[in-house]
């Protein structure tokens, strides 16, 4: 019988930015068994959302997250919105949808440099950050805020987007596009790439029900699933295809990304073109009563708002459930028979994100 | 790593997309939300903006005529600026300095049309 060890990766670790802890036990060089450690990095957001009043919690809900923060934001200003039973206008619709879509846009390209910088390929994480910051100033020219966009509102948008403005972002979005070319084109064709990713964390199309893997985990196992294809809201109004792998490993999760990069492109494209004219917000008064649940796509998949009010000023239940959440146990599945040098880049490949998950 | 050799000659022989910072400031968009600012004269002491702020960086006291505003736990969302009847905020583009010492602004107000004064 082999001697087993446990090595501590994590909550502190070069590739990790947020602090999770997997406890390894290795035999040799191999991963038998994964033990995962969380709760670094609880901030009580649940709790502290039904302590503050329902606006205030937009920006509670906005800081769930600080890489998809703007859909948090949109998710919970929907329950909010169907509770009071408003409808925000088409045209705040579609500036949520573009805002949504330019979050989802650097969230991919933040992936697909740490990806890179997790093998070690720093050249290429410094390409895809480079292409990413021109995305992030994007979002402070539209909304104000550079990540943390604090444009959503309950209702509608606080920021309307002008006809210079929207010609700046089909420009931007068109010059992105065809920047990010040769480093897209480098991390899905490169020997070196390939070597570090292919045939590594695999996770079969049935273990990817059955561990209830969401987005692009999901999509990289050749489930065709995407909250957006429900077509609610102004995605019912746009075409778009979803992208789906079957290569079931670290490369196909990969490959999802990078081609998602480009339907996020043609989203905005679309949404800017189709841009309705009108109000930008709808004026409500009153309290919130009853409860809602809420599904929406963010750029590491399914997420879950639940909202619950009694009439009072402040709510009586918030509860989120969020992509990595509904990942780790996939994450798990995938460890157990990999080399210890993998297991960075497998960890990565499902796009973790740890403060949201613990909230 | 050949396909990216183009790439790699390119930003060999480019300029650096970094700035040349502080030398070189950033231009502030038009839309950034930097400063918060606040006209005190115009504040009527209702309280609005505290109970707007997700932050809690704005404590108002009308019995002790006081009036305080941390800016360093301010997290300029705005949402005090929608709150205020009397539109006592604007939030202005440019960043905040940094600062040496960390403080809390304390202005003394009254109800009244008084001009309100800063104490500290």
Known sequence: MRASTVVPFGPQHPVLIEPL???????????????????????????????????????MAERVC??????????????IEELLGIQSPPRAEFIRLISAELTRLHSHLLFLGLLADGFGFESLFMQFWRIRERVLDLMEAISGGRVIMGNCAIGGVRKDIDQDMARAIVKEVGEIGRDLRPPIKAILEDYTVKQRTVGKGILTKEEAVKFGAVGPVARASGLRTDVRLLGEGPYGEVDFSVVVEDGCDAYARTAVHAREVFVSLDLIRQAVGKLPSGEIRTKWKGRVRGEVIKRMEQPRGEMMYYVRGNGNR?????????????NLPPLLKMLPGCELADVPVIVI??????ACTER | MPGMLGQVLRNLFSRPVTRN????????????????MLDIDKCIVCGACEKACPAGAIEVKPKEHLYKYDPYSCIVCGNCVEACPTHCFDITSEWRKPVEKMETMVWEVTRSKERARRTS
């Open chain 1, 314 to 326: 402040t709510l009586e239940r918030f509860k989120v459930r969020t992509p990595t959440f509904a």
């Open chain 2, 21 to 36: 910072y502080p030398a070189e400031p950033k231009t502030p968009f038009r839309a950034a939300r930097g400063t918060l």
């Open chain 1, 66 to 79: 600080g890489i998809c923060s703007f859909i948090h934001s949109w998710c919970y200003c929907a329950c």
């Open chain 1, 349 to 354: 490949s499902i796009d973790p994100c740890i």
């Open chain 1, 21 to 59: 802890q997997l406890k390894l036990v290795v035999e040799d060089e191999k991963v038998v068994d994964v033990v995962p450690a969380l709760g670094y990095g609880h901030r009580g957001l649940e709790k502290g959302a039904e302590l503050n009043d329902i606006v205030r919690n937009i920006f």
